[in-house]
């Protein structure tokens, strides 16, 4: 296609000068347009604007310096070369000239060849100017695409988002978006055709996915442009389409980490030639910033989604655990209320210390999963950690008893405290457990607390003389399932100790363990003091 030729606008009140500057520009291939005076110039401007003004010194109303200053003054208007050509010829004409804004100086009578190669030199320039003016454009538009992309990691927000980005970008009018599964499935999907209904949208992703636009751009992962739908094979038509597309784009999005395709966006608009291919290093550029957030964003919402699906699976399991065993500790109690010999009171209690155990697990199990999600709730009261250590002894003591084990309990009554004493109570029962399971007949097993009122602080210290934890598994016994070198029948579910992390940490306090192997474990609790 022939180029069309850059049109140059002659400003000048002399019908001889402008019809002889129009016959050397024409036979150089430019288009002209002329004004008589400065008024006619800034009229003219607001219609069309040229490539190159070639701007009169001397006229009448209006002279040239007055002009260019006007034409300046307008801000909406893109940058022109202005040439001056006059018949003033010394060195002070032309500095004035200059100074105004003139971006070269010609005098008469004009040179054909001196006008037309300064001529061609300002139009280089005003073309590398724009071509970087558009460069610019384009890098703050990314820039701000990638902004709006990269606020969220919520796939159903950067959708929408990313769709009306490209949209401004490109001057679509409408636009589709199709993200893909590991087996080519479509799991997230925005579709230019909302009137269809569930099952009509349904065949409609499999035809475009199967012999569609989408489907080249997924098979080739290059950008597909039709720059006239109605002739070109690659769109597909639907009987009750309702409105008329002209051209059409088709973006591949990559997953590069992975080399995989994760999906296509369609874009659309009724004129035809609308989607040019000079704009195809421009779109790659977007679309290497949509396949980054997208990918981001896909990964975060299916790890939420398995998050959300993981604890829903916990909620059920913790109810459906929980019913069987209140019926099992409503027998025990039951059968407490009868008449039983030495042997049968020895199974209910023994029973009774199962399910209170099993009810341990569950509640860590729960907590745990609440915390990391952020939903533990801490139902803090007023006690102190002498009526904490009353509620802790009930549940260890008969315990450390059977153990052969010396039980040590030192909480001071006063001051009193505000924390959670149910889970408080967990804790420590919890770290009590686990010195009773790694300590040997005669052994000792300690807790103390003390509260310093001038530092606000609570420190309590759960110790015992068991055979220790191994040094390369301190740093890890928090960790959530985490079980040490020990022996497989004595290893448990690996949440008590996680709880007792994240419980602590809910109050705003720190948990820490010393231990030696040999000669036992101290684990430290400090909590923040509140009055």
């Not at 191994?470 to 040490?484: R, S």
């Amino acid at each position: 296609m022939q180029a069309t030729p850059e049109l140059i606008l002659i400003v000048d009140d002399q019908t001889t000068n402008v019809m002889v500057l129009q016959r050397m520009l024409e036979r150089a291939g430019y288009a002209t347009a002329c004004a008589r005076s400065g008024f006619e110039a800034l009229e003219m401007l607001e219609q069309q604007v040229p490539d190159l003004i070639l701007l009169d010194v001397m006229m009448p109303e209006m002279d040239g310096y007055q002009t260019l200053q006007a034409i300046r003054e307008r801000n909406h208007l893109p940058f022109i070369p202005i040439i001056f050509v006059s018949a003033k010829q010394t060195t002070a004409d032309t500095v004035t000239g200059l100074d105004l804004g003139a971006d070269d100086y010609v005098t008469k009578p004009v040179n054909r060849d001196e006008l037309l190669a300064r001529m061609r030199v300002l139009l280089r320039l005003k073309h590398t100017r724009r071509a970087l003016h558009r460069e610019q454009e384009r890098l703050r538009f990314l820039y701000r695409v990638s902004q709006t992309l990269h606020r969220s990691l919520d796939i159903d927000q950067v959708l929408p988002e990313a769709l009306n980005a490209i949209n401004e970008l490109l001057g679509a009018s409408r636009g589709s978006v199709l993200l893909l599964d590991d087996q080519n499935r479509v799991w997230r999907r925005i579709l230019f055709r909302p009137h269809l209904p569930p099952a009509e949208a349904e065949q409609a992703i499999e035809a475009v996915l199967r012999e569609g636009l989408a489907s080249y751009a997924l098979r080739t992962g290059e950008v597909q442009i039709v720059e006239d739908a109605q002739n070109d094979p690659r769109w597909k038509h639907f009987y009750d389409d309702r409105e008329e597309i002209g051209s059409a784009l088709a973006l591949p999005l990559h997953n590069y980490a992975q080399n995989t395709i994760i999906g296509v966006f369609i874009l659309v608009h009724p004129q035809r030639n609308f989607f040019k291919t000079e704009l195809e290093t421009l779109i790659k550029a977007l679309t290497d910033q949509l396949s980054v957030a997208l990918t981001n964003a896909a990964v975060y919402t299916r790890l939420r989604e398995a998050e959300d699906s993981r604890d829903g699976f916990i909620q059920m399991l913790t109810h459906d655990l929980r019913a069987p065993l209140a019926g099992m500790v409503g027998c025990f109690d039951a059968l407490m209320t009868t008449q039983l010999d030495d042997d049968g009171k020895l199974f209910v209690e023994l029973g009774f210390r199962a399910g209170a155990a099993q009810q341990r697990l569950i509640d860590d199990l729960l907590d745990v999963y609440k915390a990391e999600a952020g939903r533990l709730v801490l139902s803090q009261e007023t006690t102190s950690l002498e009526r904490i250590g009353e509620l802790l002894s009930e549940q260890v003591l008969p315990i450390t008893v059977e153990q052969q084990l010396t039980f040590e309990l030192n909480l001071p009554a006063a001051p009193l405290v505000v924390l959670d004493e149910h889970k408080m109570v967990r804790v420590l029962a919890n770290l009590v457990s686990n010195g009773i399971k790694w300590t040997k007949p005669g052994g000792t097993i300690r807790v103390i607390g003390t509260v310093d009122q001038a530092a606000k602080l609570i420190t309590l210290l759960v110790s015992d003389t068991g055979q220790g934890i191994a040094t390369e598994d301190i740093p890890h016994i928090f960790d959530k399932f985490y079980q040490g070198r020990t022996a497989a029948q004595s290893r448990g579910t690996g949440l008590g100790l996680t709880f007792c992390n994240l419980a602590v940490g809910a109050h705003g306090g720190t948990i820490s363990v010393d231990s030696q192997v040999g000669k036992g474990t101290t684990v430290t609790i400090h909590l923040p003091w509140k009055e």
